[in-house]
Every structure is written in structure tokens, then in C-alpha cells.
């Protein structure tokens, strides 16, 4: 099973991709994730990505492609955050045709501007394993700590508003055009990511029924 998650910054895609990975055993390859270890290790890609990231601006594709290549197996896996950009969807297609693969389905968590400022403005993430809670909406069960593993919550610095809005703008711009290349396509599959988490969780595990 081969699936993207495509949606703004803040829709929940990183969430509903952790359900799919646990429910079904495949891998997850979440380019925000995996930039934002770089950065923390200080690798020479981390290095080079941060300033973008701090930004809200995107990482260059070359670099991002090259990443995302590197992990793509033949077993299944759900893309969070990739393809950002038509290069990067292109680019993937390629890859895929070479190694004569396909998506099955791109799900489009659709939701609007204003939903998506009140939710990230709330969102902590663990700093040890990456699971994600919201102040309001899916709150740790003790204040500043991860359910999971008792990691520290914290705030992502391009969760801050001023990033936030940033952030859409680029969605705008470079992300959106993707709705329709994979409509086109005839891949494309829309949520409504208004409706609470468990609503569009199962919304998507009706979805990838029909895989
Ligand atoms: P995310 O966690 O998916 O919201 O990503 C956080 C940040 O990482 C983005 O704002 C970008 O700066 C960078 N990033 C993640 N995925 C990509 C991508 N596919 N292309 C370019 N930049 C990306």
C-alpha cells in the first residue's frame, strides 16, 4: 500500500499518517520529521535546511527528492509532507516508473485557513518520539509530558503565528497545484479535515479499504 497524504501545513496529515503506519505495519516517510532530525543532529543537510525551515520557506527540491528516494521500498508506506511542490511530484513519478511502482492513493485533508491557525497555535510535539498533541484537541494526559514515552512537549519554532501564516502562503503557491495533477490523475481522494480525528481516521481507513 502506497499512499501520500497531501493537505496545508497543520491539517493533520501527521497525525492520521501515524494511525496508518500503526494499523497497517507500513512505513512512514515524513520529510519534516526526517529534516527536523538533521537539524537537531546538526548534519550537513540539517545545516543547510534550517534556515528555510526557520523561515517557512521549503527546502530546496534536489535536496528533499534525494532524501525521499533513498526510502522508498516496495512494501508499502505513507508520504507525510511529500510531494510539496509539481518538481517533486514529477520527480517521484519518475522514480516510481523506474522502479516500476505506483501511489494508490493521494488523500487531500482539506480544511480552511482560519481551522488551521487555531489548531497549530495549540500543537506540542514530543522532543523524544514525535507524537503529536493539541493543547485543546488531543491534550497529553499530564501537562507538558508525552502519553507514550513521558518526553518533553514542546512548541515547534514555525508553529508560531507569524511562521504559520507564511507557511500557507507557500502552500498556496507551490503545494496546491498538486490537488488537481493527481485529480487528473484520478488518484485523489478528499477528506474533510474539519471533522474531529477519529472522524477522519476512519473516513481514511475507508479509503484505503478499497486498496
Ligand atoms: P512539515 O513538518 O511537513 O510541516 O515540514 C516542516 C518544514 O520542513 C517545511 O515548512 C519545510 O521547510 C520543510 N519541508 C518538509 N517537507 C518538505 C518538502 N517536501 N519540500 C520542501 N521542504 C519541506
Do not use: W
Not at 130 to 140: A, C, E, Q, R
Not at 163 to 184: A, G, H, N, Q, S
Request: hydrophobic fraction near 30%.
Amino acid at each position: 500500500m502506497k499512499i501520500i497524504l497531501l493537505g496545508p501545513p497543520g491539517s493533520g496529515k501527521g497525525t492520521q499518517a501515524r494511525f496508518i503506519i500503526e494499523k497497517y505495519g507500513i512505513s512512514g516517510i515524513s520529510t519534516g520529521d526526517i529534516l527536523r532530525d538533521e537539524v537537531k543532529n546538526k548534519t550537513e543537510l540539517g545545516l543547510k535546511a534550517k534556515e528555510y525551515m526557520d523561515a517557512g520557506k521549503l527546502v530546496p527540491d534536489d535536496l528533499v527528492i534525494k532524501m525521499v528516494e533513498e526510502r522508498l521500498n516496495k512494501e508499502g508506506y505513507v508520504l507525510d509532507g511529500f510531494p510539496r511542490t509539481l518538481s517533486q511530484a514529477k520527480s517521484l513519478d519518475k522514480i516510481l516508473d523506474r522502479i516500476n511502482d505506483r501511489i494508490d492513493y493521494v488523500i487531500y485533508i482539506d480544511i480552511s485557513e482560519e481551522e488551521i491557525i487555531k489548531r497549530m497555535s495549540g500543537r506540542r510535539i514530543c522532543k523524544d518520539c514525535g507524537s503529536v498533541y493539541h493543547l485543546l484537541f488531543n491534550p497529553p494526559k499530564v501537562d507538558g509530558k508525552c502519553d507514550l514515552c513521558e518526553g518533553e512537549l514542546y512548541q515547534r519554532d514555525d508553529d508560531k503565528e507569524e511562521t504559520i501564516r507564511k507557511r500557507l502562503k507557500v502552500y498556496e503557491e507551490d503545494t496546491k497545484p498538486l490537488i488537481k495533477y493527481y485529480k487528473d490523475k484520478g488518484i485523489l481522494r478528499r477528506v474533510d479535515g474539519s471533522k474531529d480525528i477519529e472522524e477522519v481516521k476512519n473516513t481514511i481507513e475507508d479509503i484505503i479499504s478499497n486498496i
